[in-house]
């Protein structure tokens, strides 16, 4: 690994936060932590290459103590608090340093299995999600069921000590790489709606299991068809119980949708900073590339995106504040996923609109988080599902 | 709104305090009332409000505060502008009051504290935060003069204490007169704004008593100002949303309330999104400035300004829009707030040269 891995100051986040300072102990240790053992170079662009960086990286995080902190120290992690976790993860941002590769199952699968699963799963699962030594999806949408999750039709039928799958998932992230899927099914065959769902766990390689991975408009395959046909899952990997999975697949969305703030803020402030930078270099250097209106229209969108950054970091300071205090985020989440997703978009297109020619010029950085970006206000709930949310539980308007 | 910035005890209990008192002595039928009488104000009501101390919070106990922080009092500024209350408050209390705080004067802010006297900001072309003031001031013997005319002074002409920005040898000074000073001609400029009036003071050789010419002081005070009257802005921007919403609940179409339609909600769902943020921001503001943090705050709190003008400007307009045809007669509320965010967007500094400014803070 690197051994001076160059860490922007943090003043590129904004002012100093009280709740959070700059001179705390956990991110000055951890940011010389970062220095030190941060993983070499840029992040591939391709694919595959980038998941084995990321998969190289979580593996060095777990090995340092760092992955998954938020996790209670009986599965390894450091109990550390949500205040802890923002810092950590603008300390990640200011390193330039990726998620690691197995963040739904750190973030999202585990934080579940922990509230809804029995001993025998915690003890046999955790560890290794932790260290990344298995990837985890997770199979909730299908094709006729993606904002409306609850009318899904894959169905699993207990056949003695195993379910048999049969059913099509889409939009399952990552699951080319996963060892185990997350699969969301109907298990009681009358049933409608949100009754008579099981949330059961089920290993991707087996003859039952079909990965078909879905090219994107920006090249990469990050999402993947799953196609169930018989598929076995053991009767014992159920978690949160028979007829239990919509109370459980809630409390997965409560932390994908608490957790997702937390992480982007810093990352987006920083490819801000780059932006800037850029810019500036133009300016000094070719001022004759930019037309007066240009350079105008540059600055204003700049200031109007550091705003909406720094607004985004209040709010993911607000929710980790509420987090801290052991009350649950709950529907409040929504508006950090409507505010980001929006943001990540309009960052991506003002990075791609400075790098002039590069933006749209295949196998640039700047063309792949542009077109890459689109996703960002779909997935975990489109803008105009938060937006319900936010207008039904939270102002209180009729449905 | 949709968060809440204001999670302590003491900050609900003043919240809680403020709001119940303004329910009662500044309700709508009130404030109309005030600004239809020839002064267009309330004085009882400021006096009551001093009195009671919420003026005094953000102020140090050396100059006759109770030195509770800038955060306390913002949560006073936003509950006064919910109310939209017609009293000289902004103008004695969150403009001028904490320019004379910043530059440690101790002889004219115990006076705006205890509600002896009344104080105004009085600033150049281009408001308080143009670098240089078109306001001049100039050495004469021990003390100076001030030459120029100054336009959108809020409540200038009811004010006793004139608290100046002025250009001195090119660097930006804080100046105090009174407002019985020879040479001083104060005009009230009447806005659309029935609850909020405005004056234009032009200065001939007026004498002046210089405060402070420290830019960090000046810079402080004018953040101070900002935080306190972004919060009064949001406020009103909250509370037009509030009663926007109580009418998608109750006026009913098609059969049905027509905050069911998402076409209706999903705009609600912005708007309030936009306020909480611009709350966020304004308490955040205040914390950095209790917290005596300085690097990064000039920024936050000019982004601050620029949102929480254009936020208030744009709810109070969707909220006239969302409630049809009754939004745009005089006997609804909700045009009082709309014309308030009209003046309050137009007063101190465009968003447009706020925006410039932050483009140089940010140096882009």
């Known amino acids: 690994m690197n051994d001076s891995r160059t860490i922007l100051d943090r003043s590129v986040l904004g002012p100093d936060l009280p709740q959070v300072p700059f001179d705390h102990p956990f991110r000055v240790q951890f940011s010389d932590w970062l220095r030190e053992h941060g ?20 593996r060095a995080l777990a090995e340092g103590g760092w992955a998954g902190i938020a996790w209670p120290t009986e599965y390894g992690g450091h109990g550390a608090t949500p205040l802890t976790q923002f810092m950590q993860y603008e300390e990640f941002a200011l390193a330039g340093v990726p998620e690691p590769a197995n963040t739904p199952g750190i973030i999202l699968l585990g934080p579940t299995l922990m509230v809804h699963g029995s001993e025998e799963l915690k003890q046999r699962f955790l560890p290794k999600i932790l260290a990344g030594d298995e990837i985890w999806a997770q199979g909730f949408s299908e094709p006729d069921s993606g904002s409306d999750l609850a009318s899904l039709r894959t169905r699993a039928t207990l056949d003695g000590d195993q379910w048999r799958i049969n059913g099509q998932k889409i939009w399952t992230t990552f699951a080319q790489y996963a060892d185990f899927c997350f699969v969301l099914a109907r298990t009681d065959p009358g049933s409608e709606r949100h009754r008579g769902l099981t949330l059961l766990i089920c290993q991707t390689r087996q003859p ?163 077109l890459a970006s689109r996703a960002a206000s779909i997935y975990s709930g489109t803008s105009e599902i938060q937006r319900n949310i936010v207008a039904e539980r939270l102002l209180g308007l009729p449905r | ?96 009051l904490p320019m004379l705080v910043a530059g440690g004067d101790t002889e004219l802010a115990p006076r705006i504290v205890d509600g002896s006297s009344l104080g105004a900001l009085v600033s150049g072309q281009g408001g308080p935060w143009a670098g240089v003031s078109s306001l001049r001031a100039t050495a004469d013997g021990p003390g100076y003069v001030l030459d120029g005319t100054a336009r959108l002074a809020v409540d200038g002409h009811r004010a006793d204490v004139l608290v100046i920005l002025a250009s001195l040898a090119g660097r930006p000074a804080v100046f105090a007169a009174e407002s019985i000073a020879s040479g001083l001609t104060i005009d009230e400029v009447p806005t659309v704004d029935a609850t909020r009036t405005l004056a234009r003071v032009s200065f001939g050789a007026c004498p002046a008593r210089l405060i402070t010419d420290d830019q960090a002081r000046i810079a402080a005070g004018l953040d101070a100002s900002t935080a306190l009257m972004s919060a009064e802005m949001i406020g009103g921007a909250e509370r037009a949303l509030e009663l926007t919403i109580d009418y998608l609940l109750t006026r009913h179409q098609f059969g049905r309330p027509i905050g069911s339609l998402q076409a209706l909600k999903h705009r609600t769902a912005d708007l309030a999104v936009s306020v909480s943020l611009a709350r966020e921001l304004v308490y955040h503001g205040a914390d950095l400035l209790d917290a005596g943090i300085t690097d990064g705050r000039g920024a936050v709190l000019t982004a601050t300004l620029v949102r929480a003008a254009e936020v208030f400007e744009h709810v109070t307009g969707e909220a006239i829009q969302l409630h049809g045809g009754i939004g745009f007669t005089e006997e609804h509320d909700i045009g009082l707030y709309y014309r308030r965010a009209l003046v309050m967007r137009g007063l101190v500094e465009s968003p447009v040269d706020g925006r410039a400014r932050l483009e140089g803070l940010l140096e882009i």
């Open chain 1, 39 to 58: 993983p070499a170079g840029e992040e591939p662009l391709d694919q595959r290459r980038r998941f084995a960086y990321r998969r190289a990286w979580q």
């Open chain 1, 208 to 370: 039952g299991v079909t990965v078909r991975p879905i090219k994107q408009i920006s090249g990469d395959e990050e999402f993947c068809e799953v196609f169930f046909d018989d598929a076995h899952a053991p009767a014992a990997w159920t978690v949160g119980g028979v007829g239990g999975g919509w109370q459980t697949a809630m409390t997965l969305f409560q932390f994908e949708r608490s957790d997702q703030g937390y992480t982007d803020h810093g990352r987006l402030l920083v490819r801000l900073e780059h932006a800037r930078r850029r810019l500036r270099g133009i300016i000094e250097v070719h001022p004759e590339r930019l037309s007066a209106f240009e350079l105008a229209s540059f600055r204003a969108r700049f200031a109007e995106l550091w705003i909406r950054c720094q607004e985004l970091r209040l709010l993911n300071l607000r929710m980790a504040v509420i987090a801290e205090s052991g009350e649950s985020v709950s529907s409040a989440g929504s508006v950090t996923n409507l505010v980001w997703g929006e943001l990540e978009k309009d960052v991506a297109q003002f990075d791609a609109d400075i790098a002039g020619g590069d933006g749209i010029t295949r196998g640039t950085a700047a063309a792949h988080h542009q």
């Open chain 2, 1 to 96: 709104m949709l968060t809440d910035p204001i999670a302590d005890d003491s900050g609900r209990d003043i919240r809680s305090t403020v709001r119940r008192f303004l329910n009662e002595h500044a309700s709508s039928a009130q404030t109309r009332h005030a600004a239809s009488m020839p002064d267009g104000i309330d004085p009882a009501l400021s006096k009551r409000m001093t009195d009671l101390g919420w003026l005094a919070i953000g102020v140090p106990e050396e100059l006759g505060g109770a030195d509770f922080g800038l955060r306390n009092q913002a949560i006073v500024f936003e509950e006064i502008g919910r109310a939209l209350v017609a009293a000289p408050l902004l103008a004695s209390a969150a403009l001028a």
